[in-house]
């Protein structure tokens, strides 16, 4: 019973069963794949999982893997066959054809959940049978962008924790990971040019615990902070390293870097950036926005052009993030240098000043022939190029006004797929955030808004879920948070409707299987039940809201973007 479900799939007589003799025979453009497999499958199983001599693909006992420009092959998002596949078990063997890599790659993933469940193991905990029954299963995706956000700038995740996730998503076949390297919580990418983003940028001193309460008179404040230091940051050969290790998973990691709100470890490092470069700031150690922004000199532009060219040279991801969301405008609002500005740069309003930096930093994006992407707020102002990608999450209005202005739209509407809200009302979820999100509110996820024409419904490239992190600091945090959510989001990004009807009983079963899976792959996921005593928080204040108190405040702020 596979996760995403398939679109084909076909039951046939007998079993194939690993032994000692089997081998993997594999084409060159499969190289990777195969060498994947076969680590996967000598650690848990302790079989040799040899080569095949001289890469035959035929004969008793073979596991194949092939390219094949195979018309017969399901077509996944405009036509394109580069990620379908068709997996082929008889008693004799087993034989995975892809129209690219990647397609194998994924066919791999469903020969692996076909196996026992301790195949995600890295170590043998029996003997076996390692069995597979006869089966064609063939499927390709419904989205091209299937991924999940991962904010390691509140809370820093080390590099063998991101990899951990990226097998994750990969598992899944997920093929994005959006990495949220810079907030004003902290600057997590060493940039050569200028190295006090990380020597001072990278960690604070404390952290806020929980969310902010209100006082008697209903002012919100931090109730407490833990006074310990948090940092930590990837060099240039720690981003290689990821990049690299997601490739060869076919998982392409997306940067970004925040601008021109959500700055203030930059601000920390590089004063004159800020509006205010005569009032030192520190890293901040609350969450939520700090009204610190960037100015709009031509020299903080420049600053942020030569960050990005280091981080395209990084990143060969076909988008770069350049943030744009939450961007308060008090200081560009009380600031005389900055309204100047504005007027010099013939520009209306503060809306149109953040248009306007965001434009120049996309059109420096494009200028390495990459294209830029950003929050759908770098819609306000109403001056964005067309070329600019957006990432709809203040629920689906974004999505719909760049449809209908031009723009592809990655979709992450909050109340479908923030993966950082609470998923019961229990009250002993841990720190609960807004609204209550559950395994079948992600499962019903779906990117594509309702009224729009055929030909805007295809700028909806695919959508992804966001995991902010302001709570979540550990790994085995971020298991929970995580999944079963993620399990959902893959079915309802790969699968969405293109396989029939969604059948959510029919999805649980299915997941009911599939958490043996997660529980041999080390991932503590949220139980069915509710959070065990260790996974609780008491006395952390959250702060949850109704999903009508939500709406209404997204309605509120997304009024000036509605077409």
């Known amino acids: ?82 990620e379908s596949f068709r997996l082929v078990v008889t008693t004799d063997g087993v034989t995975i054809t892809g129209g690219s890599p990647a397609g194998v790659f994924y066919g791999v993933q469903a020969l692996l959940q076909l196996l026992p469940a301790d195949v995600y193991r890295h170590g043998r905990v029996g003997e076996g049978p390692w069995t597979v029954s006869a089966t064609t299963v063939e499927d390709a995706p419904a989205f091209a962008w299937r991924g999940v956000m991962l904010d390691v700038a509140r809370h820093f995740r080390t590099k063998h924790e991101v990899m951990r996730v990226i097998d994750q998503l990969a598992a899944h076949r997920l093929n994005r990971l959006h990495f949220h390297l810079t907030e004003d919580q902290g600057w997590r990418i060493e940039i050569r040019k200028y190295p006090l983003l990380t020597e001072i940028g990278s960690w604070r001193k404390e952290s806020q615990v929980g969310a902010h309460v209100p006082d008697a008179d209903g002012v919100l404040h931090v109730q407490s902070y833990d006074g310990r230091p948090h940092g930590g940051y990837y060099t240039q050969d720690d981003i290689r390293e990821i990049v690299a290790y997601a490739a060869d998973r076919f998982v392409t990691v997306v940067p970004e870097i925040e601008t021109p709100g959500h700055v203030r470890a930059a601000l920390a490092a590089y004063p004159r950036l800020g509006v205010h470069p005569e009032r030192p700031v520190e890293v901040w150690t609350e969450w939520g926005i700090a009204d610190d922004v960037l100015n709009a000199d031509d020299a903080t532009i420049e600053f942020f052009k030569d960050v990005l060219d280091e981080v395209v040279a990084l990143f060969p991801s076909d988008y770069i993030g350049i943030g744009g969301d939450e961007c308060p405008k008090v200081q560009w609002i009380e600031d005389s240098r900055t309204q100047d500005r504005i007027r010099e740069l013939g520009l209306a309003d503060e809306e149109q000043l953040q248009a306007w930096i965001i434009g120049q930093l996309a059109a420096h994006v494009e200028s390495h022939g990459r294209r830029a992407f950003g929050w759908d707020e770098i819609l306000e102002g109403g001056t964005l190029s067309k070329s600019a990608t957006i990432v709809s999450w203040r629920g689906l209005r974004g999505a719909v006004t760049a449809a209908k202005r031009g723009h592809d739209v990655i979709s992450v509407p ?100 599939h958490t043996a899976r997660l529980e041999a792959m080390g991932i503590q996921y949220r139980h069915e039940a509710g959070p065990f005593p260790w996974e609780q928080r008491p006395g952390v204040p959250g702060r949850p809201h109704s999903r009508e108190e939500r709406a209404a405040y997204i309605d509120a702020v997304t009024a000036n973007i509605a077409e």
């Open 1 to 82: 019973m596979l996760i995403p479900r398939p679109r084909r799939t076909e039951p046939g007589s007998g079993a194939f069963e690993l032994t000692p003799s089997t081998r993997i025979a594999a084409d060159a453009a499969t190289e990777s794949v195969r060498l994947y497999l076969q680590q996967t499958l000598r650690g848990s199983t302790g079989l040799p999982v040899r080569d095949a001599a001289d890469g035959a693909g035929t004969g008793p006992d073979v596991i194949a893997l092939r390219v094949e420009q195979d018309e017969t092959l399901p077509s996944g998002p405009g036509a394109d066959r580069s």
């Open 414 to 513: 909050d109340d479908q797929a923030y993966l950082d809200y609470r998923q019961s009302d229990l009250d002993t979820e841990p720190i609960p955030v807004s609204i209550v999100l559950t395994v079948d509110d992600v499962f019903a996820f779906d990117p594509v808004p309702s009224g729009l024409t055929e030909a805007e419904r295809a700028h909806i490239i695919g959508g992804q879920g966001n995991m902010w992190t302001e709570h979540v600091d550990s790994a085995r945090r971020l298991d929970y948070m995580l999944f079963p959510r993620v399990a959902a989001l893959a079915e309802a990004l790969w699968s969405a409707d293109v396989t029939g009807p969604r059948d959510l009983a029919e999805f649980r079963g299915r997941l009911a299987e």
